[in-house]
């Protein structure tokens, strides 16, 4: 008896739960819920697939519940793809959500600008509709789509695909990489559209890529800019009267748009300056998010590469690295990099001005300071070494989240002229491991000058990027050496006498 009564009450819940086939219903428990009402795929290049976004479904009620039809509003011609609990499509059927339970749909794009509007931008809008009799709901879905110029290598067929050759290795092999040379016609970027780049852009001998301000330049993954022998870029932008919208400066980074991509590191390469180029000029510039924002290969004799107003964030390796390089810098700024944030390598000659030279890196272990400064090459079977012209740092913090942020490594032999006046620098050594490092003699003025050591310089938000120092507390305010040649910071603020260093006058911060 106990058995059929079992039977009996299993019997009845399969056939109360094969009466539900749609939510209208249950009206009082049938209602679907959403972990948003609108998604927005945010910004996207033409022709370039989204992230993946997701939106999650839930049935909060205690009935399990069947969508008779989940689709997108435009049909199988929606430029958006869905894919529901593992199933791709444009249109499902008898999708269902257990009680107390939810299911996730995932939500990308990829569209063609010129299928849709001729402007430079436009918003794509659909809907995911879950429809069951009378009762219909939706989640609206949203894209700025934007155009761009694309540039990349000539597809050769095969797979195979335009190469530079950047010589050969010491096996005698070539070493190729995947790129091509702009044409005359391509050597002016504008601010009409952003650049999208495959691959490396080479600027050829002789030539000049001159980029105009407002200009956007994006990479795709492991690509980049190479300026040949005695070939000059100059990225030359304007002060900007919206420091959100930026719209005067020159923006290097990567082809995604997407916030969750906003201050990724390592997703393109580098602006190679290679041996030989000349007078490369940065003007108002950031850079972000590649594997190393400038390699400054060699000099001429001449100054190589000018920074001015340019700030260099989230390099998986180095934001600056130079090898026997020529540079000028001032009002500098570069953070957050997985190795060094300024990298003197092999010698050369460098003058930096009021620049901000720190590192915050925290996505994993960091054994390199913020600067470093040496004149050997490392061949693999012995240390080469070549002068130090001079490294000359007026004005300026070296500071970042590790106790010793300045390193100086002098080879055997050569020239090794350094000097630090007037700037901020965090170099704790409570156990005196340098104490008879003759390079690390604070004493010494004709190597340290006026120098402040491990005073916090009270940065605004290093996590944001923001190295602006807060008046009345920052170590860095009221101790520059003046008169300075550089008249403004990095905010177009005069500089006070006495200024301060680092790329940034002092400021009273807003309360939150």
């Known amino acids: 008896m106990k058995y059929l009564y079992t039977l009996i009450v299993v019997f009845s819940i399969i056939s109360l739960s094969s009466c539900r086939d749609d939510f209208d219903s249950l009206p009082n428990t049938g209602t679907l819920e959403f972990s948003r009402d609108t998604v927005y795929l945010d910004t996207v290049f033409t022709n370039i697939g989204s992230s993946t976004y997701n939106l999650k479904v839930y049935n909060r009620s205690n009935e399990d519940i069947n969508i008779p039809t989940l689709r997108l509003g435009n049909g199988e011609n929606s430029k958006y793809r869905l894919n529901v609990d593992g199933l ?19 939500v990308e794009t990829t569209i063609d600008i010129n299928d849709n509007t001729n402007n430079n931008e436009f918003l794509y809008t659909d809907q995911i509709l879950f429809e069951g009799g009378s009762n219909q709901q939706k989640v609206e879905l949203v894209t700025l789509v934007k155009d761009a110029v694309f540039l990349f290598p000539a597809d050769l067929g095969n797979g195979i695909f335009e190469t530079l050759n950047l010589g050969t290795d010491p096996e005698g092999n070539n070493v190729l990489i995947q790129g091509f040379f702009l044409d005359d016609n391509e050597l002016t970027f504008t601010n009409e559209k952003p650049y999208v780049i495959y691959g490396y852009a080479a600027v050829p001998p002789t030539k000049t890529l001159n980029i105009q301000p407002g200009a956007r330049i994006n990479f795709h993954f492991g690509g980049g800019i190479l300026v040949a022998n005695n070939a000059s870029i100059k990225a030359l932008g304007a002060p900007s009267d919206d420091p959100i919208a930026m719209e005067n400066q020159i923006i290097f980074e990567g082809d995604r748009l997407e916030p969750d991509f906003a201050d990724v590191p390592g997703q393109w390469g580098t602006i190679w300056c290679t041996s030989g180029s000349t007078n490369n000029q940065f003007e108002y510039v950031t850079i972000k998010n590649s594997t190393v924002g400038i390699l400054m290969e060699n000099n001429d004799g001449d100054e190589t590469l000018t920074l001015r107003n340019v700030q260099i964030y989230n390099s998986t390796n180095v934001g600056l690295l130079a090898r026997t390089g020529n540079i000028y810098g001032e009002n500098v700024v570069i953070n957050n990099s997985g190795q060094t944030s300024l990298s003197c390598s092999f010698g050369g000659s460098y003058e930096f001005n009021h620049c901000t030279f720190a590192n915050y890196w925290t996505q994993g272990f960091r054994q390199f300071p913020a600067v470093a400064i040496d004149n050997v090459f490392d061949t693999g079977e012995t240390l080469l070494t070549t002068d130090l012209i ?4 007026t004005n300026c913090i070296i ?16 020239i090794f002229n350094f000097n630090f006046r007037n700037s901020l620098i965090r170099f704790e050594d409570p156990q005196g491991d340098f104490a008879d490092n003759p390079l690390y003699d604070f004493n010494n003025v004709s190597l340290f ?16 990027n923001n190295f602006n120092i807060e008046s009345g507390v920052s170590g860095a305010e009221g101790i520059g050496f003046n008169p300075t040649p550089v008249t403004v910071d990095l905010n177009n603020v005069l500089r006070s006498n006495p200024s ?3 790329a940034y006058e002092a400021t009273n911060f807003p309360e939150d």
């Open 88 to 106: 791709p499509g444009r249109s499902f059927n008898n999708i269902q959500v257990l009680a107390k339970d939810s299911i996730f749909i995932f």
């Open 390 to 393: 001079k490294a000359d740092f």
């Open 399 to 414: 500071y970042g989240n590790e106790r010793r942020e300045l390193s100086l490594f002098r080879g055997e032999s050569g």
């Open 449 to 464: 000058s006026s120098c402040v050591f491990n005073e916090d310089p009270a940065f605004q938000n290093v996590v944001r």
């Open 500 to 502: 301060d260093a680092g």
